[in-house]
């Protein structure tokens, strides 16, 4: 009933720049909060950054500064802005979604990889 459906991911030269989208499609449902995850070579997964239903941002200290999520309710969509990306960004990353309405719950992207030379 929903697709999460991440893009924008790609290969990049340190101090790049790229945006990642996360579109929700489906019916009858908005975005509440969303998160972005990520998956480095041989790392855990780990929280990168978060919005919650009101508006409030959060980021990991290794992307403060750098990093910016996003979204906008009218396309169900979520973004992150990544900014100066350093060799250390390289991962595959994951948007997060909490839906609410007729499909409300937790729904994950399929993964996007980002690779950031030096």
């Known amino acids: 009933q929903v697709q999460l459906v991440e893009s924008g991911g790609g290969l990049v030269q340190a101090g790049g720049s790229l945006r990642l989208s996360c579109a929700a499609s489906?019916?009858?449902?908005?975005?509440?909060?969303a998160d972005w995850y990520r998956q480095g070579p041989g790392k855990q997964r780990e929280l990168v950054a978060a919005?919650?239903?009101?508006?409030?941002?959060n980021y990991a200290d290794a992307v403060k500064g750098r990093f910016t999520i996003s979204r906008d309710n009218a396309k169900n969509t979520v973004y992150l802005q990544m900014n100066d990306l350093k060799p250390e960004d390289t991962a595959v990353y994951y948007c997060?979604?909490?839906?609410?309405?007729?499909?409300?719950?937790?729904?994950w992207g399929q993964g996007t990889q980002v690779t950031v030379s030096s």
């Open positions: 919005i919650t239903s009101g508006g409030t941002t």
């Open positions: 489906g019916r009858l449902f908005s975005i509440n909060a």
């Open positions: 997060n979604v909490d839906l609410k309405g007729w499909v409300a719950g937790h729904y």
